[in-house]
């Protein structure tokens, strides 16, 4: 695989790198030409890589690719102490200012709930990408690990503890994840989490579930629960539906994106919000990505969607973190910009 990437990245040629949550080999799409395919529909297999707000998805074709499978073999050692490196004053104080305008609004009834974010530059290494993407996979075993490149697109690189959704032809299994404190190492089931957390992750779920019921002929879900994802914890209610028509899964998967967990509810005003104020384009930060009916480097009636968090893009000696948290009225601006330091932990500590 090392060949491939350094062939791809020497000729400019597009690739995908992924490892699923709790496996042990990941997979490599290799197209060996430099076209873009861009769609609004998913009608065939393929590898997907969605933007946060618009309908035009990067799709990689597995007739269009060598597709590679390998065993994940570590040879990188780095440090396991949380990186404090602090974004500038500047920063804070915008982000402060954009969480503060976020819960006027919803005091004046705009919508219930935004998910506001903020971007980071740091200063990188360009010749230790591979570094980075094998610190990834060692020290997030639990989460979807991605490297993707295309040269009229950019790279980006991520480990996402969010599942959008899979797809075993008219079965989905789908997570509302939300809510979000430092890991302090007690025991998962004596952690509490307060009526802020409480009640952004219930938006999340309700939202889910109405937006399924339209698709689906039975839905189950489970209470919420504690979940761990790298240093930080998260509040998670696993959910399960039936598709009436298993044809419309690309539908249904519309409908869904973005969730509040990524936007806001409701959906259409919390997005205008967003793309109005943040000050920056999400690009595909927010969107999602992975396989699209094909399983294990073959055609399949299985999809495996995850949401696209804890993410970078690079550029040159430049990356650009993605950070964000969700505000609902009893939120605190101070206590949210530090929400989005502890989150850039997961992918400063790679680097």
């Not at 490599?28 to 707000?53: D, H, M, R, Y």
């Not at 032809?169 to 307060?194: C, F, R």
């Not at 899964?249 to 104020?277: W, Y």
């Amino acid at each position: 695989m090392n060949d491939l990437i350094k062939k791809a990245l020497s000729e400019q040629l597009p690739f995908i790198l992924y490892r699923k949550p709790n496996e042990e080999s990941y997979y490599g799409w290799f197209q060996q030409t430099i076209i873009l395919n861009k769609v609004a529909e998913l009608t065939k297999s393929c590898f997907v890589f969605a933007p946060f707000s618009s309908d035009e998805k990067i799709v990689f074709y597995p007739e269009d690719c060598q597709l590679i499978k390998e065993k994940i073999h570590f040879s990188v050692g780095f440090s396991e102490e949380e990186s404090s490196l602090e974004p500038s004053n500047k920063d804070k104080s915008f982000h402060v200012q954009l969480v503060s305008k976020g819960i006027e609004a919803i005091k004046s009834n705009h919508f219930e709930k935004v998910v506001l974010s903020r971007r980071e530059e740091i200063s990188i290494h360009s010749d230790k990408y591979e570094v980075y993407f094998q610190r990834f996979l060692k020290k997030y075993p639990t989460a979807f690990v991605y490297w993707f490149y295309h040269p009229e697109v950019g790279m980006w690189m991520g480990a996402t503890p969010e599942q959008l959704l899979k797809i075993n032809y008219d079965t989905v299994e789908t997570v509302a994840l939300a809510g979000t404190m430092i890991d302090s190492g007690i025991d998962m089931k004596d952690v509490v989490w307060g009526e802020k957390e409480q009640q952004e992750q219930q938006i999340v779920t309700d939202f889910i579930i109405d937006h399924l019921k339209s698709f689906s002929k039975k839905i189950d879900q489970t209470k919420p629960y504690t979940h761990r994802a790298g240093s930080l914890l998260h509040l998670k209610t696993d959910i399960k539906a039936e598709l009436i028509h298993p044809e419309n899964a690309c539908q249904m998967v519309e409908s869904l994106h973005p969730t509040p967990a990524l936007c806001g509810f409701p959906k259409d005003a919390a997005r205008d919000f967003i793309i109005n104020n943040e000050g920056y384009n999400r690009e595909y930060y927010g969107g999602y990505l992975g396989e699209w009916k094909f399983n294990n480097l073959d055609y399949s009636n299985k999809s495996d969607l995850f949401v696209n968090l804890r993410c970078m893009k690079i550029i040159n000696d430049k990356a650009y973190l993605f950070l964000g948290g969700g505000i609902n009225k009893d939120s605190n601006p101070e206590s949210e910009y530090f929400e989005t330091v502890n989150k850039s932990k997961t992918v400063k500590s790679i680097l």
